[in-house]
């Protein structure tokens, strides 16, 4: 069973803006480097797919990183995971909510930044009928990917400048 654990930051040179704007982009979370059997282990707490998880401890906090699992996992402890309670809202539209919410704005901004469970309970957002969740994730997901290509796009046109840019050097 795989655990999951927060993407290393980004490098300190990119802004906390372009930060944020990447971890939109991405699903932010890659696997730990350790596995276990959740058999032989039945005191670590495994989740479920379409589980949301989030840092809960540390700067990562205001970098905005949230995922979604797509399979049983366990989490590091700096992470949080929450789930829907119950089927008048979707996984899918938890997470783009995450994604969008900003949760660091409810976080305990001390030396150490926290986000428990008492700031998640006292949030309060509109939740629309299902058909609305679903239609509203799908646009966003579109949007990301589409922002994705054009990502591609620019990389492929810097480097294809730069190689031009060489070529005409004497």
């Known amino acids: 069973m795989p655990g999951y654990r927060l993407s290393p930051f980004l490098p300190s040179d990119a ?12 699903l932010s979370l890659c696997l730990a480097e350790s596995r276990f ?30 995922g979604m699992l797509a399979t049983d996992a366990a989490l590091d402890p ?13 996984s899918r539209y938890l997470y783009w909510f995450a994604k969008g ?13 926290q986000l428990n469970h008492k700031h998640l309970h006292a949030a309060r957002f509109l939740v629309p009928p299902v058909c609305t969740q679903n ?20 990389t492929k046109a810097r480097q294809h400048t730069l190689s031009l840019m060489r070529s005409l050097q004497p």
């Open 78 to 90: 700096n992470m949080m995971a929450i789930s829907p309670r119950d089927n008048s809202i979707t």
């Open 135 to 154: 239609q509203i994730c799908e646009y966003l997901e579109q949007l990301r990917l589409a922002t994705a290509r054009v990502g591609i796009q620019r």
């Open 37 to 66: 059997a959740a058999n032989d282990n039945q005191h670590v707490r495994v989740f479920p797919p379409g589980t949301v998880v989030f840092p809960k401890r540390g700067a990562s906090i205001f970098l905005n990183k949230v």
């Open 15 to 26: 802004s906390l803006r372009e930060a944020r704007f990447r971890n939109w982009l991405d």
């Open 101 to 113: 919410a900003d949760l660091w704005h409810l976080a305990e901004t001390t030396v150490l930044p």
